[in-house]
């Protein structure tokens, strides 16, 4: 089974495309609590209600040997019918990305990898290249600086397009390779997200900054979703995993958790 | 004594712009010897040829524990004087990047980092606001596939530049807040890094892509050094670690570094 065979299980099960972004913080978590206890409990938690785990690498490394340690645990610890995706953003020359993709996929059996575009195709395609895995290319990123080259207009036939459209013709043409790639779409950005579904109608799209980085649900469902009525997974982390940083904070995850599913089944189920 | 600083110095006290590349391979090391051992070997028998070593995760990262293990030893047993380059490549959303440049800088040590640009300002703020450490931001990059994206050419204030142009660019605008910012442009372009280093007199370029990768170094020195002669430094990584696999691989890296050092004084030294 692949990726994408996988992910639309997850989906259909738990009837959800709510990705729950596991972002250890110890200054959000619960004082005194260990970072595989905490994610443990969120797992537990929430693994009725997610079509995916996103963990960004970022944060158990900050963390030295305790997160390393806690990021084999939880992987291993999610349920196995629910996808696991490394939000790495690799990108290096083609030698060395074969390491990252060994590193993401074989040592820490990931089922997906975010990868970053900057380098061109010989970054990507060692990750390309494991078939059964799923492969995000960074296209129009949530945060506030993602216009300052991804915006930048580019012509190409008398047409003007902006770097980020280019990265999703680029990552749609090498994606016959495996039919494996999906694009990183923030929902920060609407108008730029209705450009890529539109241009990239069957491309699956993982669409982070809902929630706390301020994109609006409504319009990241009603723009992201395609035609076949899952072609978009909505990844929130902070919104979810620190609701609250009391005792109560898996209940508390869980109550955001299911809200967040059903708003985005309701957005679904709105016709445009 | 910031990065530039502890660079110049050890340029300096070693006579070398040479910076090698500690990039552990078990299919290219001598059979059955750990990555620690190994790298603990090179260091012995280059210490006194380099002006920095360049340690790329990736392959510490593809060798799970025990690579992480050899890479916090490594750069414990790097002579002090001598800095360390994390080639890291990292690049995400403000928060997360915060998190990368404390694994990268606080828990491991490092005094530079490697940076990707795609994702604009925000991913590179955290890494600079270290005023004390190095950051290079990935401009032209020496792998066959980097023309994809970073040779595009866009439209800015009515003037087509190249995408690689105006990362640089930019990274000069940066760079007022801490004037700790270099670039790497890869030697196997030698027209763009000659454009780079017209435009941008006194930035400090990590120049990658002699040796293996086949940049001609005479070219790369010419283009890439600047004005005041030490604005380049030159990485290598496979030419001299893995110049044998047998029992004398240490003598046979100090043989190539020394060489490779001397031609880039040499070449530095061409009246142009």
Redesign the interface.
Known sequence: MNFEEKLVEAEEKNKSLLCIGL?P?PELMPPKMGVFKFNKAIIDATADLACAYKL?L??Y??L??EG?DALKRTIKYIPADIPTIADA??????N??K??A??LFD?LGFDAATV????????VEPFIDYLDKGIFV?CR??????????S????LKRQ?LP?FE??AL?AAQWNKKGNNIGLVVGATYPKELALIRQNHPNMLLLIPGIGA?GGDLASAVREGVGAKGHGAIFASSRQIIYASAGGDFAEAARRVASSLKDEINYQRSVPS
């Open positions: 972002d913080d960004n970022a944060f490394e900050a030295d040997d390393i953003k690799r990108g290096d020359i083609g060395t990305a390491a990252y060994k590193a040592i970053n575009p900057y380098l061109g195709f010989d970054a960074l990123t949530s945060n506030p600086s993602s216009a300052d080259f991804q930048l207009q580019f012509v003007r770097l280019i990265v680029r980085q």
